[in-house]
Each structure stands twice: as structure tokens, then as C-alpha cells.
């Protein structure tokens, strides 16, 4: 079977002609998937976007989840090698080929979770704002 998707260290000549993401791969958030480059990452490319939107949001989960802390090493600064993260991955994705449907579910909760947070974020921003202006009217006040 021809591999679906490929997982390198990100370098700054990557070719980018194809679908792609970054994750993470130093620190408590390793995993963590990105859509712009750092300097400690993965670049995982795809064959389409559907796959690539597909590994995203497994990998999105797994961080989630802190699925890729049994996998840290390093004293001062946690890591993933990158042969742990391949292994993790091609792990999931097997089981995600097995039952679509499943994660199809997940994904979607996943990201109406998503968006729920970024709501109540939102939200607090507004209250926070509204406190400073309260504070801000009292003292000007006097």
C-alpha cells in the first residue's frame, strides 16, 4: 500500500506544493497541530485536502487528549522524537481507516467544542472590557 501522507522535521526548504501542517515538537504541547511553521516542529504533507484536514483534527484530538505524553523524553525541555510521533500517528490513523464514521462523530464534536470556546471566550473579553470601563467611569467620576 503507497503511503497517504508523509512526516518530516520542518525545515525552511520544504517543498509545500502539496497539502500540509505543522505540529508541534517541544514542550508539554507537542502534538499540538499548527497551520504556520516554528521552529520546533513536523510538517506532515498529504495527498489531498480531505486527508489533510482528516490527519489535522486526529492529531488536534490526540493533543487534546495528551495522547503524545507517554511519548516525551528530556529533562529540561520535553520532546517527541519524530519516530515516536510517526509510530503514534500511523497508530490512530489505522484505527480511523477502521471506523470513519466514529471519528467523523468526534471530529464534529470536537470542533463545535472548539467553537463553543472561542464563543465564551469571546464572552469574557466583553465582561473583562466592561469591568475596565465600570472602574474606569467610577474614578473619573471623582
Known sequence: MKQKFTIKT??????LNKPHFYVLSKGLNSGKPLDAP???CFIITCKSEKLKDQLYWLCYGMWQ???????????VISFISIVEFRK????????????????DKSVDSLQLLEQKQKQFYTSIQLIEEAKRIVMYRYIKRR
Open 10 to 15: 520542518n525545515s525552511p526548504s520544504a517543498n
Open 38 to 40: 516554528c521552529p520546533n
Open 65 to 75: 487528549s495528551k495522547a503524545f505524553h507517554i511519548y516525551l523524553r528530556g529533562s
Open 88 to 103: 503514534a500517528i500511523k497508530e490512530a490513523f489505522s484505527k480511523v481507516e477502521d471506523d470513519k464514521a466514529k471519528f
